[in-house]
Protein backbone atom coordinates (compact mmCIF):
# COMPACT_ATOMS: atom_id res chain seq x y z
CA UNK A 1 0.00 0.00 0.00
CA UNK A 2 1.34 3.44 -1.00
CA UNK A 3 1.90 6.43 1.20
CA UNK A 4 -1.21 8.09 -0.86
CA UNK A 5 -3.30 5.02 0.13
CA UNK A 6 -2.82 6.14 3.73
CA UNK A 7 -2.34 9.62 4.11
CA UNK A 8 -4.94 12.18 5.26
CA UNK A 9 -4.30 15.88 5.24
CA UNK A 10 -6.24 18.36 6.76
CA UNK A 11 -5.47 22.05 5.76
CA UNK A 12 -7.19 25.61 6.77
CA UNK A 13 -7.94 27.42 3.26
CA UNK A 14 -8.57 31.16 4.09
CA UNK A 15 -10.61 33.64 2.94
CA UNK A 16 -10.01 36.95 0.76
CA UNK A 17 -11.75 40.42 0.72
CA UNK A 18 -11.25 42.60 -2.46
CA UNK A 19 -9.31 45.92 -1.72
CA UNK A 20 -10.37 47.38 -5.13
CA UNK A 21 -12.42 45.54 -7.68
CA UNK A 22 -12.65 46.84 -11.33
CA UNK A 23 -14.39 45.00 -14.41
CA UNK A 24 -13.43 45.71 -17.19
CA UNK A 25 -15.59 44.39 -19.74
CA UNK A 26 -16.65 41.04 -21.17
CA UNK A 27 -13.58 38.73 -22.70
CA UNK A 28 -14.10 35.36 -24.80
CA UNK A 29 -15.14 32.14 -23.39
CA UNK A 30 -17.81 34.66 -21.47
CA UNK A 31 -15.22 35.54 -18.80
CA UNK A 32 -14.92 39.16 -17.69
CA UNK A 33 -11.84 41.23 -17.51
CA UNK A 34 -10.92 42.50 -13.91
CA UNK A 35 -8.50 44.25 -12.24
CA UNK A 36 -8.48 43.85 -8.11
CA UNK A 37 -6.30 44.01 -5.37
CA UNK A 38 -6.69 41.00 -3.51
CA UNK A 39 -6.04 40.62 0.16
CA UNK A 40 -6.52 37.33 2.97
CA UNK A 41 -8.14 37.61 5.89
CA UNK A 42 -8.04 35.12 8.63
CA UNK A 43 -11.59 33.24 8.26
CA UNK A 44 -11.38 30.03 6.89
CA UNK A 45 -12.70 26.97 6.03
CA UNK A 46 -10.88 23.45 7.44
CA UNK A 47 -10.79 20.69 4.33
CA UNK A 48 -9.60 17.07 5.04
CA UNK A 49 -8.98 15.04 1.84
CA UNK A 50 -8.13 11.29 1.71
CA UNK A 51 -7.58 9.53 -1.33
CA UNK A 52 -10.23 6.53 -1.94
CA UNK A 53 -10.89 4.25 -4.19
CA UNK A 54 -13.75 5.09 -6.96
CA UNK A 55 -14.35 8.64 -7.46
CA UNK A 56 -14.38 12.26 -6.20
CA UNK A 57 -16.59 12.74 -2.89
CA UNK A 58 -17.24 15.70 -1.44
CA UNK A 59 -19.21 16.23 1.88
CA UNK A 60 -19.69 19.67 3.24
CA UNK A 61 -20.63 20.80 7.54
CA UNK A 62 -23.02 23.58 5.64
CA UNK A 63 -26.13 21.45 3.97
CA UNK A 64 -26.89 24.64 1.75
CA UNK A 65 -23.65 23.65 -0.15
CA UNK A 66 -23.91 20.94 -3.42
CA UNK A 67 -21.85 18.80 -3.06
CA UNK A 68 -21.54 17.42 -6.40
CA UNK A 69 -20.20 18.69 -10.05
CA UNK A 70 -21.71 22.19 -8.87
CA UNK A 71 -19.11 22.49 -6.04
CA UNK A 72 -15.63 23.72 -6.70
CA UNK A 73 -13.36 21.68 -5.22
CA UNK A 74 -15.06 18.70 -6.92
CA UNK A 75 -14.33 20.74 -9.67
CA UNK A 76 -10.99 21.18 -9.16
CA UNK A 77 -10.39 17.37 -7.62
CA UNK A 78 -11.84 16.04 -10.71
CA UNK A 79 -9.78 18.11 -13.48
CA UNK A 80 -6.49 17.65 -11.32
CA UNK A 81 -6.50 14.18 -11.36
CA UNK A 82 -7.31 13.69 -14.60
CA UNK A 83 -4.20 15.91 -15.61
CA UNK A 84 -2.12 13.98 -12.96
CA UNK A 85 -3.43 10.65 -14.95
CA UNK A 86 -4.91 9.26 -11.90
CA UNK A 87 -7.73 7.04 -13.01
CA UNK A 88 -8.81 4.57 -10.46
CA UNK A 89 -8.43 6.48 -7.72
CA UNK A 90 -10.37 9.22 -6.42
CA UNK A 91 -10.35 11.35 -3.06
CA UNK A 92 -12.82 11.95 -0.25
CA UNK A 93 -13.17 15.92 0.71
CA UNK A 94 -15.05 17.15 3.84
CA UNK A 95 -15.19 20.64 3.71
CA UNK A 96 -15.99 22.47 7.19
CA UNK A 97 -17.36 25.53 6.72
CA UNK A 98 -16.02 28.64 8.58
CA UNK A 99 -16.36 31.37 5.44
CA UNK A 100 -20.10 31.84 4.81
CA UNK A 101 -21.18 31.24 1.28
CA UNK A 102 -22.28 33.80 -1.09
CA UNK A 103 -20.46 36.77 0.66
CA UNK A 104 -17.81 37.50 -1.78
CA UNK A 105 -15.11 36.23 0.18
CA UNK A 106 -14.08 33.53 -2.02
CA UNK A 107 -15.10 30.67 0.01
CA UNK A 108 -15.69 27.94 -2.55
CA UNK A 109 -12.49 29.27 -4.26
CA UNK A 110 -10.43 28.69 -1.20
CA UNK A 111 -11.62 24.93 -1.22
CA UNK A 112 -11.08 24.74 -4.38
CA UNK A 113 -7.19 25.92 -4.40
CA UNK A 114 -6.87 23.93 -1.27
CA UNK A 115 -8.04 21.00 -3.29
CA UNK A 116 -5.30 21.95 -6.10
CA UNK A 117 -2.68 21.65 -3.64
CA UNK A 118 -3.98 18.56 -1.60
CA UNK A 119 -3.78 16.93 -4.87
CA UNK A 120 -0.04 17.67 -5.86
CA UNK A 121 0.86 16.80 -2.52
CA UNK A 122 -0.79 13.35 -2.53
CA UNK A 123 -0.03 12.11 -6.16
CA UNK A 124 2.95 13.90 -7.24
CA UNK A 125 3.10 17.58 -9.22
CA UNK A 126 1.17 18.84 -12.24
CA UNK A 127 2.99 18.47 -15.14
CA UNK A 128 4.10 22.03 -16.34
CA UNK A 129 4.47 22.86 -12.59
CA UNK A 130 3.30 26.32 -11.90
CA UNK A 131 1.60 27.22 -15.01
CA UNK A 132 -0.37 24.25 -15.35
CA UNK A 133 -1.30 24.85 -12.14
CA UNK A 134 -2.47 28.50 -12.50
CA UNK A 135 -4.13 27.70 -15.91
CA UNK A 136 -6.03 25.37 -13.61
CA UNK A 137 -6.76 27.70 -10.78
CA UNK A 138 -8.32 30.72 -13.73
CA UNK A 139 -10.74 27.75 -15.55
CA UNK A 140 -12.04 27.20 -12.14
CA UNK A 141 -12.59 31.26 -11.19
CA UNK A 142 -11.12 34.72 -10.82
CA UNK A 143 -10.07 34.32 -7.33
CA UNK A 144 -9.25 30.89 -7.47
CA UNK A 145 -5.35 31.58 -9.11
CA UNK A 146 -4.50 33.95 -5.62
CA UNK A 147 -5.71 31.50 -3.55
CA UNK A 148 -3.33 29.50 -4.45
CA UNK A 149 -0.40 31.65 -2.55
CA UNK A 150 -2.51 34.42 -0.65
CA UNK A 151 -1.38 36.99 0.76
CA UNK A 152 -1.74 40.37 -0.97
CA UNK A 153 -1.54 40.68 -4.72
CA UNK A 154 -2.68 43.12 -7.78
CA UNK A 155 -4.65 40.88 -10.12
CA UNK A 156 -5.84 41.99 -13.39
CA UNK A 157 -6.80 39.95 -16.94
CA UNK A 158 -9.41 36.94 -15.67
CA UNK A 159 -7.23 36.93 -12.74
CA UNK A 160 -4.25 34.87 -13.48
CA UNK A 161 -1.68 37.49 -13.75
CA UNK A 162 -0.43 38.81 -10.70
CA UNK A 163 1.67 41.18 -8.68
CA UNK A 164 2.10 40.01 -5.14
CA UNK A 165 2.60 43.08 -2.68
CA UNK A 166 3.66 43.59 0.71
CA UNK A 167 2.01 43.39 3.75
CA UNK A 168 3.14 45.31 6.73
CA UNK A 169 1.39 44.57 10.53
CA UNK A 170 -1.85 43.22 10.76
CA UNK A 171 -5.06 45.61 10.48
CA UNK A 172 -8.16 44.80 12.12
CA UNK A 173 -11.32 43.46 9.90
CA UNK A 174 -15.28 43.50 10.56
CA UNK A 175 -17.29 41.28 8.71
CA UNK A 176 -21.07 41.64 8.09
CA UNK A 177 -23.78 39.87 5.86
CA UNK A 178 -26.78 39.48 6.53
CA UNK A 179 -28.96 36.68 6.15
CA UNK A 180 -29.06 36.32 2.22
CA UNK A 181 -26.30 35.32 -0.38
CA UNK A 182 -25.45 37.16 -3.52
CA UNK A 183 -25.09 34.59 -6.60
CA UNK A 184 -22.16 35.88 -8.63
CA UNK A 185 -23.46 34.81 -11.78
CA UNK A 186 -26.58 36.90 -11.37
CA UNK A 187 -23.89 39.93 -10.24
CA UNK A 188 -22.10 39.91 -13.47
CA UNK A 189 -25.65 39.79 -15.57
CA UNK A 190 -26.69 42.66 -13.64
CA UNK A 191 -23.70 44.35 -14.15
CA UNK A 192 -23.38 43.88 -17.68
CA UNK A 193 -26.93 44.72 -17.71
CA UNK A 194 -25.86 48.09 -16.58
CA UNK A 195 -22.95 48.52 -18.11
CA UNK A 196 -24.85 48.43 -21.59
CA UNK A 197 -27.53 50.97 -20.65
CA UNK A 198 -25.02 53.51 -19.91
CA UNK A 199 -25.28 53.18 -15.97
CA UNK A 200 -22.22 54.49 -14.11
CA UNK A 201 -20.34 52.19 -12.30
CA UNK A 202 -18.94 54.81 -9.82
CA UNK A 203 -19.94 55.58 -6.20
CA UNK A 204 -19.56 58.40 -4.79
CA UNK A 205 -19.23 57.54 -1.00
CA UNK A 206 -17.59 58.54 2.23
CA UNK A 207 -14.74 56.37 1.85
CA UNK A 208 -11.84 59.25 1.48
CA UNK A 209 -11.57 60.00 -2.21
CA UNK A 210 -9.07 58.83 -4.49
CA UNK A 211 -5.39 57.51 -2.88
CA UNK A 212 -2.38 55.81 -4.18
CA UNK A 213 -3.12 52.19 -3.72
CA UNK A 214 0.50 51.90 -2.95
CA UNK A 215 -0.72 52.92 0.95
CA UNK A 216 -1.57 49.62 1.42
CA UNK A 217 1.71 48.74 2.26
CA UNK A 218 1.20 50.09 5.88
CA UNK A 219 -1.00 48.34 8.47
CA UNK A 220 -3.32 50.94 8.14
CA UNK A 221 -3.53 52.74 4.56
CA UNK A 222 -6.53 52.78 3.03
CA UNK A 223 -7.69 51.10 -0.44
CA UNK A 224 -6.90 52.87 -3.73
CA UNK A 225 -9.61 54.55 -5.31
CA UNK A 226 -11.91 52.19 -2.83
CA UNK A 227 -14.05 51.30 -5.28
CA UNK A 228 -16.34 47.81 -6.57
CA UNK A 229 -17.72 48.08 -9.62
CA UNK A 230 -20.51 45.76 -8.54
CA UNK A 231 -22.02 47.80 -5.42
CA UNK A 232 -24.87 50.18 -7.63
CA UNK A 233 -25.97 47.04 -8.99
CA UNK A 234 -25.83 45.11 -5.64
CA UNK A 235 -26.90 48.29 -3.79
CA UNK A 236 -29.99 48.73 -6.16
CA UNK A 237 -31.20 45.72 -4.91
CA UNK A 238 -30.62 45.52 -1.55
CA UNK A 239 -30.19 48.95 -0.49
CA UNK A 240 -29.75 47.46 2.97
CA UNK A 241 -26.28 46.57 2.43
CA UNK A 242 -25.97 50.38 1.53
CA UNK A 243 -27.35 50.93 4.80
CA UNK A 244 -24.96 48.43 6.76
CA UNK A 245 -21.84 49.68 4.73
CA UNK A 246 -22.68 53.86 6.54
CA UNK A 247 -23.02 52.17 9.48
CA UNK A 248 -19.68 50.42 9.93
CA UNK A 249 -18.03 53.68 9.17
CA UNK A 250 -20.39 55.10 11.79
CA UNK A 251 -18.67 52.82 14.09
CA UNK A 252 -15.39 53.70 13.04
CA UNK A 253 -14.29 51.62 9.97
CA UNK A 254 -11.81 54.04 8.01
CA UNK A 255 -12.52 51.80 5.19
CA UNK A 256 -15.75 49.75 4.30
CA UNK A 257 -16.70 47.97 0.92
CA UNK A 258 -18.30 45.34 -0.43
CA UNK A 259 -16.31 42.52 -0.75
CA UNK A 260 -16.38 40.68 -4.76
CA UNK A 261 -19.82 40.21 -5.92
CA UNK A 262 -20.77 38.93 -2.44
CA UNK A 263 -23.67 40.51 0.33
CA UNK A 264 -20.88 40.86 2.38
CA UNK A 265 -19.45 44.14 3.57
CA UNK A 266 -15.95 44.45 5.08
CA UNK A 267 -14.67 47.55 7.66
CA UNK A 268 -10.73 48.07 8.12
CA UNK A 269 -10.11 49.75 11.53
CA UNK A 270 -7.34 50.95 13.11
CA UNK A 271 -7.43 49.40 16.63
CA UNK A 272 -9.11 45.99 17.79
CA UNK A 273 -10.88 48.50 20.15
CA UNK A 274 -12.69 50.64 18.29
CA UNK A 275 -13.22 47.00 15.65
CA UNK A 276 -14.65 45.77 18.59
CA UNK A 277 -16.63 48.41 19.74
CA UNK A 278 -18.31 48.56 16.24
CA UNK A 279 -19.91 44.65 16.87
CA UNK A 280 -22.44 46.30 19.51
CA UNK A 281 -23.26 49.21 17.38
CA UNK A 282 -24.00 46.41 14.59
CA UNK A 283 -26.37 44.81 16.80
CA UNK A 284 -28.76 47.06 16.77
CA UNK A 285 -29.13 46.80 12.58
CA UNK A 286 -32.53 45.32 12.33
CA UNK A 287 -31.84 43.05 9.23
CA UNK A 288 -28.51 41.59 11.04
CA UNK A 289 -30.40 41.01 14.49
CA UNK A 290 -33.51 39.26 13.05
CA UNK A 291 -32.12 36.79 11.02
CA UNK A 292 -30.88 33.52 12.09
CA UNK A 293 -28.35 33.52 8.76
CA UNK A 294 -27.26 36.66 9.73
CA UNK A 295 -22.42 36.49 10.13
CA UNK A 296 -20.60 39.36 12.16
CA UNK A 297 -17.04 38.02 12.71
CA UNK A 298 -13.77 39.56 13.83
CA UNK A 299 -10.85 38.54 11.19
CA UNK A 300 -7.80 40.37 10.54
CA UNK A 301 -5.55 41.08 7.59
CA UNK A 302 -2.26 39.02 7.68
CA UNK A 303 0.78 38.32 5.01
Not at 24 to 48: A, K, P
Not at 97 to 120: F, N, Q, R, V, W
Not at 262 to 282: H, V
Amino acid sequence: MSNSDQQELTLRVFAKINLSLRILGRIEGGYHSIETIFQNISLCDRLSIRPVEGEVRVTCSDPSIPEGPENLAYRAASVCLEMLGVRDRGVEIHIGKGIPAGAGLGGGSADAAGTILACERLFGDLPGGDSTRYALAASLGADVPFLLSGGRALAWGIGERMLHLPVSGATPVLLAMPGFSISTSWAYRALDISQAEGHSTEIMDVNGGPLDWMELTGPHGPVGSLVNDFEPVVFAHHPELRELKHSLFEAGARVALLSGSGSGIYGLFDDEATRDRAIEALADIEDLTLSPAAFVDKACIFD
